[in-house]
């Protein structure tokens, strides 16, 4: 589809508007980002040791992944005290010394907040356990009585995301099977009953407790997923994101539901099938969509809107401006800006935009899209390319089929082309950090690395791993401790050189002491994106698409520097009388990159 309309797709905002509209936001895992004890577990003092690395960055703010106690069977998104530090991680005065560093340093701070579900060992939980069906202990939680004449069967037939039934069976204290209860996730992370006043009073006090420690606002875990439809009909339609994709893909093979802008054909190169790579349309509203929402009775459903309202006053009756961002896989896009409505939360993420691919049909129109979504409820756009749960998008897009997102990738599974892969990570990063909105980080794109793509399975975490046989390898890959330094110990992860999962031989030539100060690293690409990001105010400009470009070209302009993106692999020019600022390819190694155009694979920012 040839851009022939050229008027804004989103209009500038001015460069003073809150923080948040524009903020660029680090998220740190906190287990793999920097450990400071030596026990291969990263942990708070850790990252307030490195708190310069982020401000050197350029970035405005971070988001921490969960750090409260909890047994940590799902990487601490199996909360048991909302209100404490796991001793993993530190104490309370660590944090509180981690939030001062990153204020002295400009830095705000996020913190993750959990409410879909605690951990199977939170006290309200086990006294829910104790008590008897029926009793106000078990009515915090969804436990039902079982199906069929001895109660053997599932409540439902929801399934978990991470495999297997959503439903485990309690036995009572005299040794026989009791009730059901209801877990979206891992059998050790029991959802909450959203319905119940109690819930929704603990969770205000934990926002409260937080902000009154200075946290500028909160990642909402599962912000999609609190409230369930009545009666908790069952649901036949896929039930997990992977298989959203697949019905989507089966719906493009198919051709209904396709827009015009070509079909995957057979025998088609990978360099083709990029540039005709076909845009799936929701049927109600036209909008594009990826295959990055949760459908059926326990996903959004209206009733989620309430709570984030209620949490929004919390919020603005704090000095400053504090924020609320949704985790919410919700598609189509014009659904999801529900959640960003003026009295709900800040801010999405953006994950049609993550699960897009390298297609930039789909791209452009997603784009387009997303601005739409959001200017009609006034709120900011967020990118998002790589998090916690995904593949590294270093990794996912040098697989053959770069619009394919598998859920881990292991040593027997197809090997991503490193430096294809590479090469489009940054084209697509600086894409993404030219777009009017906010832009979300996730720790290690800075410095190019790819996902672990060989880990041995008996080093696995992921509670998917153990919930599907196997049959998904989950995200342990992504979460690799990061490499600070080449030559050192592990690293210099840890002072002793241990790390919680193996960093493959791939990473030590990315460690962060490689990459500062190197002309056309991946982490000096960053830093320069984010300091002219911010000098030309990209964050709060305006986004109109430049005519005259191929198909597998974006090609616009912010504010007075004019992107172009190409997606194929024949150089483009770039416009005429424009100046290169900043390239994607590592121009030191590239002599192909010549001023003035612009090679396959690559975004450059050019200066009118
Ligand atoms: C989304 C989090 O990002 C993910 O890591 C976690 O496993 C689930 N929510 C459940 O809390």
């Known amino acids: 589809m040839t851009v022939t309309d050229t008027r804004p797709v989103h209009t500038a905002g001015s460069p003073d508007e809150p923080w948040w509209r524009q903020a660029v936001i680090y998220q740190v895992y906190p287990r793999s980002f920097a450990d400071s004890d030596g026990d291969g577990i990263g942990d708070l003092p850790g990252i ?31 909360v048991a005290d909302y209100r404490d530090v796991d001793p993993l991680f530190g ?14 340093l400009r830095l705000r701070v996020l913190v993750d907040l959990v409410p879909n579900h605690t951990s199977d060992e939170h ?41 297997g039934p959503a439903w485990e069976r309690t036995t009572s204290p005299d040794g026989t099977p009791g009730q059901w209860y209801l877990h979206l996730f891992d059998a050790r992370q029991p959802d909450l009953d959203w319905s119940n006043p109690q819930v929704r009073a603990e969770f205000e006090s934990v926002l409260r407790f937080w902000l009154d420690r200075g946290v500028d606002g909160f990642r909402v875990d599962v912000a999609h997923g609190l409230v369930k439809a009545a009666g908790l009909p069952d649901w036949d339609g896929p039930a997990t994101l992977a298989e959203e994709r697949d019905h989507l893909a089966a719906v493009a093979s198919g051709g209904a539901s396709v827009s015009g ?29 990826t295959g990055a929402g949760h459908h059926g009775p326990a996903w959004d459903q209206d009733g989620v809107h309430e709570v984030y309202r209620s949490w929004r006053a919390v919020l603005d009756a704090y000095p400053g401006e504090r924020v609320l961002v949704a985790e919410a896989w919700v598609e189509p896009l014009s659904r999801l800006a529900r959640y960003v409505r003026p009295d709900e939360m800040h801010q999405a993420f953006n994950f049609p935009y993550l699960t897009a691919g390298w297609a930039p049909s789909t791209l452009r129109r997603l784009i387009a899209a997303s601005y739409a979504a959001n200017d009609a409820v006034g709120a900011p756009t967020t990118w998002v390319l790589s998090n916690h749960d995904v593949v590294r998008h270093a990794s996912r897009f040098g697989l053959a089929d770069p619009t394919h997102r598998p859920n881990g990738i292991g040593a027997r599974d197809e090997q991503p082309d490193a430096t294809l892969g590479l090469r489009r990570a940054r084209a697509a990063s600086l894409l993404t950090l030219a777009l009017p909105g906010s832009a979300y980080l996730y720790q290690g794109e800075e410095l190019g690395l790819p996902e672990h793509t060989s880990l041995d399975d008996e080093l696995r975490q992921d509670p998917t791993f153990r919930r599907t046989k196997g049959e998904q390898l989950g995200r342990d890959g992504c979460r690799i401790p990061l490499p600070w330094a080449a030559d050192a110990p592990g690293l210099g992860f840890s002072p002793t050189g241990a790390a919680w999962l193996p960093q493959p031989p791939e990473f030590a030539p990315l460690a962060l002491d490689r990459q500062r100060d190197v002309p056309g690293s991946t982490y000096e690409l960053y830093r320069a994106a984010l300091r002219l990001r911010r000098e030309h105010a990209l964050g709060t400009g305006g986004l109109t698409w430049l005519p005259g470009y191929p198909d597998e070209v974006l090609a616009f302009s912010v504010r007075d520097v004019v992107v172009v993106a190409n997606f194929g692999t024949a150089p483009v020019d770039g416009p005429e009388g424009a100046r290169p600022l900043l390239a994607s390819p590592d121009v030191s190694a590239s002599p192909t990159a010549e001023a003035g155009t612009v090679p396959g694979a690559s975004t450059v920012w050019f200066i009118r």
């Open 123 to 163: 006290a309200w939980f086990r006294a829910a356990l104790a008590a008897a069906p029926s009793s106000p202990e078990r009515a915090r939680y969804v436990f039902r009585d079982g199906r069929g004449p001895r109660g053997d069967e599932a409540p439902n037939n929801w399934r978990s995301t991470f495999g």
């Open 261 to 289: 802008d070509g079909l995957v054909g057979g025998g088609l190169s990978a360099a083709q099938r990029v540039a005709d790579a076909p845009t799936v349309v929701d049927a109600g509203t036209g909008e594009p969509v």
């Open 91 to 104: 104490t309370l005065a660590d944090f509180d010394a981690l939030v001062a560093r990153a204020h002295e």
């Open 48 to 78: 307030t040791t490195h708190l310069s690395h982020l401000a050197e960055l350029g970035v405005d703010a971070l988001w921490l992944s969960p750090f409260y106690r909890s047994p940590q069977a799902d990487g601490g998104y199996d």
